[in-house]
């Protein structure tokens, strides 16, 4: 299992990608799998099968916009792990409560 942060916007659409980020978006969170998006990155969870695809068509997707696509991906890979989009950010929640 792993945590995947990626990144994708059309290159030269104009200053608003919001339309094209906001199809991606929509397709990871019809993909069923955990997911999380910030204001720079969208965070999805599962299996390389699993994620990959997905990531995939969100980039598909945006590339529909445009001829040229940037895309970032980062990953968090932990076998047997699961439960960690969240679980991560509650244990340093946890910890800056204990400091208080």
């Known amino acids: 299992m792993a945590i ?3 990144s994708v916007a059309p290159l030269g659409a ?5 339309g094209p980020v906001s199809e991606a ?3 990871v ?5 955990p997911n999380r998006t910030t204001s720079m990155f ?4 599962g299996s390389w099968d699993e994620v990959m695809p997905v990531i ?6 945006v590339g529909a ?3 040229r696509v ?14 960690e989009l969240d679980g991560k950010v509650e244990r340093v929640e946890r910890r800056l409560a204990d400091e208080s």
């Not at 104009?14 to 919001?18: L, P, Q, W």
């Open 25 to 27: 978006v929509r397709i």
């Open 65 to 67: 916009e445009g001829h």
């Open 42 to 45: 969208t965070e999805i969870e």
């Open 4 to 6: 995947f942060a990626f």
């Open 56 to 61: 995939q068509r969100a980039t598909e997707a």
């Open 14 to 18: 104009g200053e608003s990608v919001t």
């Open 70 to 83: 940037s895309l970032v991906i980062k990953a968090d890979i932990r076998p047997g792990r699961t439960g």
């Open 29 to 33: 969170r019809e993909s069923g799998l």
